[in-house]
């Protein structure tokens, strides 16, 4: 059988820092191994670009400033896509769709593809600045994109609402390396003793950055409605979410839960994270696809979550889904999760399995994988 060169597939995306976006990119390079990947990054290499050099994928970074905006910064993007020379251009997310977008078309690239990560794009909840571009790249996706990858169905919705070519929009659900996101009672063990939790704890959690549209209050109004908080605390992880952040402290004081919060900050190990909780909260008012959801159930944890993005359509009835914005429904749903770990212990047991197998059957890293090369043509 003849010998066939693997395509190349560059990616252009604004940071690789710790994120979701930036994550799935990562997993999809590392696992992807039909083709060949380039990355470059707009700002600079962050916690993926180490990870991405030392499975010997390049990565390039191009120093731009969000401050201090360079035009030249796009005709070297220019001049870096027409030395790599990529049959297939894939960008992430709005700042990169446009700039990454229009610089492969200037580098004669006939095959580009976006990233669509949102599904809110509104006064409020979105910057102005982000609302700017993605109505801009609403004009250009009849021009620019041979198609647009959306993380969920939400958000593809949403963007043909405000104007994206709806024949070029197509979904494609994150996925998940289920050989590290697994259960695991060792790492449930010695996460939980790192951070002073018994096992007879009730350990709460969420995972996301401290970020308004994660609703970090909501959650912790929701706890202040527990009726029974004696035997319960609460891990919250993320950039942010430390003593540092003197606003969260504050609302923490006032509601006295400073003995039941544990503020754990940034941490690497999610997966570990993950297999310490009893129950994972997702407390946001907007997500796309929340990549947190699958990554707890993958390890055997339920999930209680605001019906955002396209978190109702992971969880299904695996665990509890409620209307954003409503501490009380919110508490509530958390007592019921509770209870059951308590109260049922064999239902309980069957809920984690099925929290498993519902990632396993739906969500796979090779079933993203096969999205993105089916997209691609390759």
Not at 42 to 51: E, Q, T
Not at 81 to 109: C, F, N
Not at 264 to 284: K, P, Y
Not at 297 to 311: E, K
């Amino acid at each position: 059988m003849p010998y066939r060169p693997k395509k190349k597939v560059l990616h252009v995306i604004t940071g690789l820092d710790d994120g979701g976006a930036e994550g799935v990119l990562a997993g999809l390079c590392l696992h992807a191994k039909e083709a060949s990947h380039v990355v470059v990054s707009l700002r600079n290499d962050g916690k993926y670009g180490s990870i991405l050099k030392a499975a010997n994928i390049p990565v390039y970074s191009l120093g731009l400033s969000p401050s201090k905006p360079n035009p030249m910064k796009l005709f070297a993007l220019v001049k870096l896509i027409r030395k790599e020379s990529p049959d297939v251009v894939q960008t992430w997310m709005y700042h990169s769709d446009l700039l990454g977008g229009i610089a492969a078309k200037l580098a004669g690239v006939e095959a580009i593809f976006w990233g669509v990560r949102h599904s809110v794009l509104e006064k409020g909840k979105s910057k102005r600045s982000t609302i700017m571009i993605a109505k801009l790249c609403a004009w250009l996706s009849s021009f620019i994109p041979t198609k647009i990858i959306c993380c969920a169905e939400k958000a593809l919705q949403v963007h043909s609402d405000i104007g994206y070519r709806k024949s070029k929009l197509v979904v494609v659900k994150n996925g998940y390396d289920l050989s590290r996101f697994k259960p695991s009672d060792e790492l449930r063990i010695t996460t939980r003793s790192q951070f002073g939790a018994s096992n007879e704890v009730s350990l709460l959690g969420m995972v996301g950055r401290y970020d308004p549209l994660k609703d970090h209050i909501n959650l912790l109004r929701s706890l202040d409605f527990l009726e029974d908080k004696s035997n319960v605390k609460c891990m919250l992880v993320g950039k942010g979410l430390s003593q540092d952040n003197a606003e969260l402290v504050q609302v923490i004081d006032e509601l006295d839960l400073k003995n039941i919060v544990i503020l754990a900050g940034q941490q690497t190990n999610i997966s570990a994270i993950m297999n310490a909780l009893d129950v994972h909260v997702l407390s946001s008012s907007s997500e796309g696809f929340p990549n947190v959801l699958t990554e707890a159930m993958a390890c055997g944890t339920p999930c209680v979550t605001t019906d955002t993005g396209d978190a109702a359509i992971i969880v299904k009835d695996t665990g509890w889904v409620i209307p954003a914005q409503n501490s009380q429904l919110l508490s509530n749903a958390i007592s019921s999760a509770l209870n059951e770990k308590t109260s049922k212990p064999m239902r309980w047991k069957e809920r984690k399995a099925q929290c498993r197998n519902r990632v396993e059957e739906n969500f796979s890293i090779d079933m993203m994988v096969a999205g993105y090369m089916a997209a691609w043509n390759i």
